[in-house]
C-alpha cells in the first residue's frame, strides 16, 4: 500500500497509508445502493400517501441525497456511511481535519469528478457524442495522480487515506486521551506549535534522564507566560498541557 508524508503543520513529518482504489470504489458502490435505496424507498411513499400533482413535495424528497456526501463529510470526520465501512476518510494534505470550505469545494466538483449528467445531454442533442470521455475525468484523475486524487480532491487540497494502516502518530505532538478526559488549561493554545514540540522533547528527556528541575524551570517559565496557576507537580503540569493541547486542537 502506497504512503506519503505530509507535513503536519507540528514541524514533524507524519505517514499516512493512500487508500488504494478498490477501497474507494467500494466505498462509493455502498452510497450510491444506500441512495438508491432512498430514491427507492420515498417514490413508493409519496405514490402512496399523496394524491394530485405536488412537484414541489418531490423536489424536497429529493434534496437530502444530493447533499449526502457533504453532509456525512462534515458531522462525520471526513466519512460517508460507505468510507466508513470501508476504514477510510477525508484529511488534508499537513494531515488535519478539512474545513468546511474545503468539503465544499470537494462536494461542489463532484459534478466534474462524476459527471452523470453528460449521458442524458448527449442523448437530448445538447451535447455532442464526444463529450462522453469527460465521463472518466474523476477515474483519470485518481489512477494517474500520485497521491489517487480525484479533481475535487486536487482542487481543494485534500487525500483519502486508509485509517486501518498503522503510522507513526507517536513521533508526533499528539496523545491519546482518555474518552472522558477534561482539560484545565485553555491558555495552551497560546502557544505555537514549534512550542508544543519543544514541550513534548522536555517530557521525554525529564522521564528519561529524570531532570526534575528542568521540568520545574519550563513549568514556571510557561506558567508566567500564560498566567496560570497550579500546584500540580512540574512534570504533571507539563503532560496535562501536552494532553489539553491534543483535546483543544481536535475540538
Given at each position: 500500500?502506497?504512503?506519503v ?15 488504494p ?5 467500494l ?10 435505496a ?8 409519496l ?12 423536489v ?17 470526520n ?23 470550505s ?10 466534474a ?11 437530448f ?13 474523476g477515474l ?10 480525484r ?26 486521551l ?17 512550542d508544543?514540540n519543544?514541550l513534548?522533547?522536555?517530557?521525554n ?14 513549568g ?12 500540580q507537580d512540574?512534570?504533571?503540569f ?14
Amino acid at each position: 500500500m502506497p504512503l506519503v508524508k505530509l507535513d503536519t503543520g507540528f514541524n514533524i513529518e507524519v505517514e499516512f497509508a493512500i487508500t488504494p482504489f478498490h477501497k474507494r470504489f467500494l466505498a462509493w458502490m455502498i452510497d450510491f445502493v444506500i441512495l438508491i435505496a432512498y430514491y427507492l424507498f420515498m417514490s413508493k411513499l409519496l405514490n402512496v400517501a399523496m394524491s394530485g400533482e405536488r412537484e414541489w413535495i418531490y423536489v424536497l424528497a429529493g434534496l437530502p441525497p444530493l447533499f449526502y456526501h457533504l453532509i456525512c463529510e462534515i458531522t462525520m470526520n471526513g466519512q460517508t456511511v460507505g468510507k466508513k465501512a470501508m476504514s477510510i476518510k477525508v484529511i488534508t494534505l499537513d494531515g488535519g481535519q478539512p474545513s468546511l470550505s474545503q468539503y465544499l469545494i470537494r462536494w461542489v466538483f463532484r459534478l466534474a469528478d462524476f459527471p452523470v449528467w453528460i449521458m442524458p445531454s448527449i442523448a437530448f442533442g445538447a451535447l455532442p457524442w464526444w463529450c462522453a470521455i469527460f465521463l472518466f475525468g474523476g477515474l483519470a484523475s485518481v489512477i494517474s495522480t500520485p497521491h489517487t486524487q480525484r479533481i475535487g480532491d486536487l482542487i481543494a487540497g485534500t487525500i483519502i487515506i486508509d485509517t486501518r494502516t498503522h503510522t507513526s502518530w507517536e513521533d508526533t505532538v499528539f496523545t491519546e486521551l482518555e474518552n472522558d478526559y477534561r482539560p484545565r488549561f485553555p491558555q495552551v493554545m497560546q502557544l505555537t506549535d514549534k512550542d508544543i514540540n519543544t514541550l513534548k522533547s522536555i517530557i521525554n528527556t525529564v522521564a528519561k534522564k529524570r531532570d526534575y528541575d528542568l521540568s520545574m524551570r519550563i513549568g514556571e517559565r510557561i506558567k508566567s507566560k500564560l498566567r496560570i496557576e497550579s500546584d500540580q507537580d512540574s512534570l504533571d503540569f507539563l503532560e496535562t498541557l501536552l494532553k489539553d493541547y491534543n483535546y483543544y486542537s481536535t475540538q
